[in-house]
């Protein structure tokens, strides 16, 4: 990579839907996305034209919420951001990863019931297909599932780490800590690199991510906007 050039993670879902996770990639032009029941993540060129934004909208349909995390410009007129959450990406300078002797690997048949701790956590979203995009690892308690962590993006040589969520019940206990490096030990035994997204208000995540060997590497944005209801015509 040549000085000033993009760095991979300043564009991972376009990183992810061309490399790794291809397999999943809907395209419209140059415009990627997984499929609605896997991630709502998509992916514009690094500087969508005007061409990029109707192959967007041509592929969302009209009146649609579309998610453009990581996009720093301007939406075209019509267009209404609806969402905009200031974010941050760390990434691994130092983890101590460590595989769980409790941590069960969770599959399509437990779907179900981590929609529930979703639903009950709100750590982000989840889809009923989300668990094809890596490994999820959790923690059963009497039998139910309590905690959970797993992978999301995967450009090449990264793997996102998401849906790091406890149960109110068991919080205080490290679980959420024993899965994020547990999870993390996969991907470095893969030899890839962890990295993850959060708030930049959730300061007590970011203090908790800073303490395992997480480091800040850039800020973010979660943005979403609506496609326009009418779209002017295509000039030929």
């Known amino acids: 990579m040549t000085a000033g050039s993009p760095h991979i993670l300043d564009n991972p879902a376009l990183a992810s839907l061309?490399?790794?996770?291809?397999?999943?990639?809907?395209?419209?032009?140059?415009?990627?996305?997984?499929?609605?029941?896997?991630?709502?993540?998509?992916?514009?060129?690094?500087?969508?034209?005007?061409?990029?934004?109707?192959?967007?909208?041509?592929?969302?349909?009209?009146?649609?919420?579309?998610?453009?995390?990581?996009?720093?410009?301007?939406?075209?007129?019509?267009?209404?951001?609806?969402?905009?959450v200031e974010g941050v990406q760390l990434v691994d300078d130092g983890l101590t990863t460590a595989p769980d002797p409790e941590a069960v690997r969770l599959g399509p048949a437990d779907v179900p019931e981590i929609l529930d701790?979703?639903?009950?956590?709100?750590?982000?979203?989840?889809?009923?297909?989300?668990?094809?995009?890596?490994?999820?690892?959790?923690?059963?308690?009497?039998?139910?599932?309590?905690?959970?962590?797993?992978?999301?993006?995967?450009?090449?040589?990264?793997?996102?780490?998401?849906?790091?969520?406890?149960?109110?019940a068991v919080r205080g206990q490290g679980l959420a800590t024993r899965l994020i490096l547990a999870v993390a030990h996969g991907i470095r035994e893969r030899g890839e690199t962890p990295f993850l997204h959060t708030g930049a208000k959730n300061t007590g995540a970011i203090r908790l991510y800073e303490s395992l060997g997480f480091r800040l590497r850039r800020t973010t944005a979660f943005l979403a906007a609506r496609v326009p209801e009418r779209l002017p015509e295509a000039v030929s």
């Open 18 to 84: 061309t490399g790794p996770h291809a397999h999943f990639a809907e395209k419209r032009g140059r415009v990627l996305r997984y499929p609605v029941d896997v991630s709502p993540w998509l992916a514009l060129p690094d500087a969508p034209d005007a061409g990029d934004w109707a192959d967007l909208a041509a592929l969302a349909g009209p009146g649609a919420e579309v998610p453009l995390t990581a996009y720093a410009g301007q939406v075209p007129e019509g267009w209404e951001i609806t969402f905009h």
């Open 117 to 168: 701790l979703i639903e009950r956590t709100r750590p982000g979203p989840f889809l009923p297909r989300t668990i094809e995009m890596g490994t999820y690892l959790g923690i059963r308690r009497s039998g139910a599932l309590v905690a959970m962590a797993g992978e999301r993006l995967h450009p090449p040589g990264w793997t996102e780490i998401s849906a790091v969520c406890t149960d109110s």
